[in-house]
């Protein structure tokens, strides 16, 4: 579906991509991770058509830089930076599902089902958005469209727990029909998400491997936690992953009750890790959708 | 054509929210107030009163607001977009490259010259209301020459933006290029420059491709037909052009020349890293 040939890129003098060969196919769930300056950026700006280079870059046969709008069609695409744009919520869905030839319905939908009050935001200017609202947009209109390529540059790193799931329900209704490259600065990000994962160092790709895909995107885990005292920093953690304590005088704020997206584990988890001293108790019971 | 539209439309929205924009029609709705509110219809120079007054006045501050204006605000907001990721977010839908070029050139051209020919409606409309003569033919001329002028800075700024990758070294561009025109609008350096030995043949060529003189000129030539106030040098535009053969050449010259600019910098735009 995806071919990098031998693709190099020079900025003056300094060569980000270095003869990048791979072969991407349909079903794959890509992380693609590395370092600042990795060559991460660059090499889905060649993707997009964005950049000049060296080398080819194939969209189901078709040059995306000479053929953008033939390939530009089959992917939506998320930047890691939300563009300040000023117009408005409504006209912006409008705008991109006119180019995309696609429903602003669709779009709309995705955003509600991500958390959005698409009435109450549409008069209002892009760039006035919160952080989380931008990103919930972005993934909308890239959602929201019939893409059979999706490019994700660290999507989920504004979303709240709730929103997080919904995400990647929205993934796993995808899974089977599209190409999912998304790109993070940490492997514990999205390694739940992906069955394939691409770490690249100084324009070079130095780890392409398989990794187990037994994860379900659509599961949840409902998840119990006992600590040993009441802690502060710890109550605080646990409350961003929307969990709730007993209301009990003996076991309030020491157990705790809560549901963790399954491909949010290990990041739950690492949160966790953190309180390791004062756990005393942890299960997680997986299970099929909220 | 119907993504050069929506890229346009886009393009006004987005102006039309920014801060520049504001200052930008409230300079000129503000000067047009101001020479109402100074009584300039009242007063007289060269014969001249009413709505023909204001018009020539509102015409010689355009000169000097407007390429400068219409220069800098474009090749910040523009380069300023590239720098700020708009590019790279909006390129990655499925939009052809000169249906996104000329688009945001139409729709930034629409946003630059509506608040100044607004301005001149606005006192049209006063003046009508009145009950005062309107110089119809002065309007339709100066639209033209603001046209035109809006349009020939815009297509440089278009080049100057696709010319530099970042919004300092574009607006440093700018300051430069129109800086360098402001200089040769200067009379008394191209008499310098002929008292040295410039051929007078190469000083009038520089004067008929200042895009900055051919206005002022022809906003001369519309309130003062036979140049007196320029001297001689007139002889050599009324005898080649006529006046309005010159009115036609200030107008369809910038027209061009931005044109041209713009065509160069979308080739530029094609050719290169687009964010």
Redesign the interface.
């Known amino acids: 579906m995806i071919q990098f040939n031998n693709v190099k890129k020079t900025f003056r003098r300094t060569e980000v991509l270095k003869g990048l060969n791979l072969n991407i196919t349909t079903g794959d769930r890509i992380a693609l991770v590395g370092s600042n300056g990795a060559g991460k950026t660059t090499m889905i700006r060649c993707l997009l058509g964005e950049y000049t280079f060296d080398g080819e870059v194939l969209v189901n046969g078709h040059n995306p830089r000479l053929e953008r709008q033939i390939v530009l069609k089959d992917i939506g695409f998320v930047p890691q930076l939300p563009p300040p744009l000023k117009m408005p919520v409504g006209q912006l869905i409008h705008f991109s599902a006119s180019l995309c030839g696609s429903d602003p319905q669709e779009m709309i939908h995705v955003a509600e089902r991500l958390g959005l009050d698409f009435e109450q935001l549409k008069s209002r200017p892009f760039v006035k958005l919160s952080g989380g609202q931008k990103q919930k947009l972005l993934i909308s209109i890239a959602l929201g469209r019939a893409a059979k390529i999706l490019i994700l540059d660290e999507p989920a790193a504004n979303l709240d727990p709730d929103a997080r799931h919904i995400f990647f329900q929205l993934l796993a209704e995808k899974k089977d029909e599209a190409v999912m490259l998304i790109s993070s600065h940490r492997l514990d990000e999205v390694a739940a998400l992906v069955n394939r994962v691409i770490e690249m160092d100084q324009g070079l790709v130095i780890l392409d491997d398989r990794v187990e895909d037994e994860v379900d995107l659509d599961s949840v885990l409902k998840t119990e936690i006992t600590i040993k005292r009441v802690d502060e920093a710890f109550t605080k953690a646990i409350k961003l992953w929307k969990f709730e304590t007993d209301t009990d005088f003996d076991t309030a704020g020491l157990v705790w009750h809560g549901v963790v997206a399954g491909p949010d584990r290990l990041r739950f988890l690492g949160v966790l890790s953190r309180y390791a001293a004062i756990l005393k108790y942890i299960h997680m019971e997986e299970r099929k959708n909220a | 054509m119907?993504?050069l539209w929506?890229t346009a439309w886009?393009d006004i929205?987005?102006s039309l929210?920014?801060k520049w924009f504001i200052v930008y029609s409230g300079v000129f709705g503000g000067i047009v107030v101001l020479l109402f509110v100074f009584g300039i219809t009242e007063s007289r120079i060269m014969g001249f009163t009413g709505l023909t007054r204001l018009l020539i006045t509102y015409i010689q501050l355009t000169i000097a607001i407007l390429p400068v204006f219409v220069l800098i605000t474009t090749v910040r907001s523009v380069a300023g977009?590239r720098e700020?990721?708009?590019?790279?977010?909006?390129?990655?839908?499925?939009?052809?490259?000169s249906a996104w070029f000329w688009g945001r050139f139409l729709g930034r051209f629409i946003v630059v010259f509506l608040p100044v020919f607004l301005a001149m409606v606005g006192a049209v409309i006063w003046t009508a209301i009145k009950g005062a003569d309107i110089p119809w033919v002065l309007f339709a001329s100066y639209t033209g020459l603001l046209l035109a002028v809006a349009w020939c800075f815009l297509g440089i700024g278009m080049l100057i933006s696709t010319l530099a990758r970042s919004a300092d070294v574009a607006q440093g561009l700018a300051f430069v290029v129109w800086l360098t025109l402001l200089l040769f609008l200067d009379l008394i350096l191209l008499g310098i420059m002929i008292r040295e030995g410039l051929p007078s043949e190469t000083a009038v060529a520089i004067s008929l491709i200042n895009p900055l003189q051919v206005f002022r000129t022809a906003a001369m030539v519309l309130f003062d037909p036979q140049l007196v106030i320029l001297g001689p040098s007139a002889y050599i535009i009324l005898d080649n052009f006529s006046e309005a053969g010159y009115i036609l050449w200030a107008i369809a010259y910038p027209v061009l020349l931005g044109t041209f600019c713009a065509s160069i910098g979308y080739y530029v735009f094609k050719?290169?890293?687009?964010?």
């Open positions: 119907k993504h929506l886009a929205i987005e929210r920014a977009d700020a990721g708009v590019f790279e977010y909006l390129l990655s839908l499925p939009i052809s490259l050719k290169g890293d687009l964010p």
